[in-house]
């Protein structure tokens, strides 16, 4: 079976140009969550959805964040613009379940982001 | 103060021993308790889930919550170096989870 899916693995971009990271979550999951992960405040929950609605943003950290998802197989992370503060790996997880945070959660591989 | 505190480490132990990974919190609140591993370049993965007080076993991995004195730890018994990871307490109430920081263990052979 297919995990999470996410892409790209790397991105290396500048500051100020627009990135979108992908995420595929595991067929037959309905909830799906998007993490950021520093050195520094380790692991944070910026959004989530479940059935392709969105739950809870208070984590996304301001407006040049969005994050869709226009079916159950596909969701994106947009930053724009961004910035040399968002470098981080982000994760995609998925779950099957009821939309709750508390639920067992499957990781993607992660996207490493670096704004230079 | 954090709400959840985990020693970063690393920690570094021979192939065979007994390892102890711990988190404390400050949320009285806080009603299930997960640890979560993650290998290098990798996502975390969930290994043991309990909830409320008390000890949950499966093979090698024990998951203890001492609600009491705000403190849960995870024993890797007879510990192997496919064990080397970091490993992340998880813990939460109705919908809000937090994750600690992570504790990078090394498993020499």
């Known amino acids: 079976d297919a995990g999470v899916i996410q892409s790209p693995r790397h991105e290396v971009t500048e500051m100020g140009q627009e990135v979108t990271l992908r995420c595929k979550p595991i067929?037959?999951?309905?909830?799906l969550f998007w993490y950021r992960q520093t050195m520094m405040r380790g692991l944070e929950l910026l959004i989530y959805?479940?059935?392709?609605?969105?739950?809870?943003d208070s984590g996304m950290p301001e407006d040049r964040f969005s994050a869709k998802m226009p079916n159950a197989s596909f969701s994106t992370l947009k930053i724009q613009p961004s910035e040399p503060r968002d470098s981080a790996v982000y994760f995609c997880?998925?779950?099957f379940g009821q939309g709750r945070t508390n639920e067992k959660l499957f990781f993607g591989s992660g996207t490493q982001l670096s704004v230079l | 103060q954090k709400e959840v505190e985990q020693d970063p480490g690393p920690l570094s132990v021979p192939e065979g021993a007994i390892v102890s990974l711990n988190c404390t919190y400050s949320?009285?609140?806080?009603?299930?308790f997960m640890w979560y591993r993650q290998y290098s370049r990798k996502g975390p993965e969930l290994l043991m889930y309990?909830?409320?007080?008390g000890n949950k076993e499966d093979g090698r991995f024990t998951a203890q919550v001492d609600k009491s004195s705000k403190y849960i730890s995870l024993f890797i018994r007879d510990s192997q170096p496919s064990d080397s990871a970091t490993y992340l307490c998880?813990?939460?109430?109705?919908?809000?989870?937090?994750f600690g920081a992570g504790t990078r263990l090394t498993v020499k052979p």
């Open positions: 998880a813990m939460g109430f109705n919908n809000d989870m937090r």
């Open positions: 997880a998925s779950s």
């Open positions: 067929s037959g999951h309905n909830s």
């Open positions: 959805f479940n059935n392709n609605v969105p739950i809870d």
């Open positions: 309990t909830y409320s007080s």
């Open positions: 949320n009285s609140a806080f009603q299930y």
